[in-house]
């Protein structure tokens, strides 16, 4: 199994485009979530889907959009991007809410 | 205050050391995550706990619930353990993870 799935690794964009980071999983699991990782702060919630067609917004959902049309699949769009969203990007995966959350390996994302 | 709070944020040891990383919360929770991430890589699940302890050949994991608190222990400790280390929590009904910032572990050889 390839677990969780993200693409691409690594992504230069300039100020006001726009983009798709790709999540895909293929372990059959109801929730997913996008995390950003910046330096000296843990892991914040961007959004979160507990199901196809189900979304709902986290801590910091300004600026991104996610759609659920597939159990497999959660991308994560930015709209217009912004040099404040230069982040790492983790998208993660469980089977429900009381079970363990696996991860993707992670996109770096820098907008100039 | 942060939910959480891992301490100590960075840690240097030497090789065959046992090793501590504590995590507090201040929120009830349903459960609690240990997570392994290296340097450029991905995060990987190493424990999830609710009460008591978990081991994982030379990981020991142990929750108090209600002292609100939570150790990661490594015995024997090895270079290949040098990661960051984050605890995270998820509380009673919600659907999120709330996350420590995350412990530097360096083990020189």
């Known amino acids: 199994n390839a677990g969780v799935t993200q693409t691409p690794k690594f992504q230069v964009l300039k100020t006001g485009q726009s983009m798709t980071l790709q999540c895909a999983q293929d372990?059959?699991?109801?929730?997913m979530s996008w995390y950003r990782q910046d330096p000296g702060m843990g892991l914040r919630l961007i959004h979160y889907?507990?199901?196809?067609?189900?979304?709902d917004q986290g801590e910091v959902p300004n600026g991104y959009n996610v759609s659920r049309s597939t159990t497999e699949d959660f991308p994560l769009r930015l709209l217009s991007a912004a040099p404040s969203q230069t982040s790492v990007y983790f998208c993660?995966?469980?089977?429900?809410?009381?079970?363990?959350?696996?991860f993707g390996q992670g996109t770096r994302l820098t907008v100039v | 205050k942060n939910e959480v709070e891992q301490s100590p944020q960075n840690l240097t040891a030497q090789e065959g050391e046992f090793i501590t990383i504590n995590c507090s919360y201040s929120?009830?929770?349903?459960?609690l995550h240990w997570l392994q991430q290296h340097p450029g890589g991905g995060i990987v699940s190493l424990f999830m706990?609710?009460?008591g302890k978990k081991k994982h050949g030379r990981l020991i994991a142990t929750i108090n619930i209600q002292e609100k608190h939570s150790s990661l222990h490594i015995t024997a400790s090895h270079p290949r353990d040098s990661a960051v280390y984050i605890c995270?929590?998820?509380?009673?009904?919600?659907?999120?993870?709330?996350f420590g910032q995350g412990t530097r572990l360096t083990i020189n050889p």
């Open positions: 993660a995966s469980s089977y429900d809410r009381a079970t363990e959350a696996f």
């Open positions: 372990m059959n699991h109801e929730y």
């Open positions: 889907s507990v199901g196809a067609g189900i979304t």
């Open positions: 929120v009830g929770i349903s459960a």
């Open positions: 706990l609710s009460s």
């Open positions: 995270a929590v998820r509380s009673g009904g919600a659907q999120k993870l709330v």
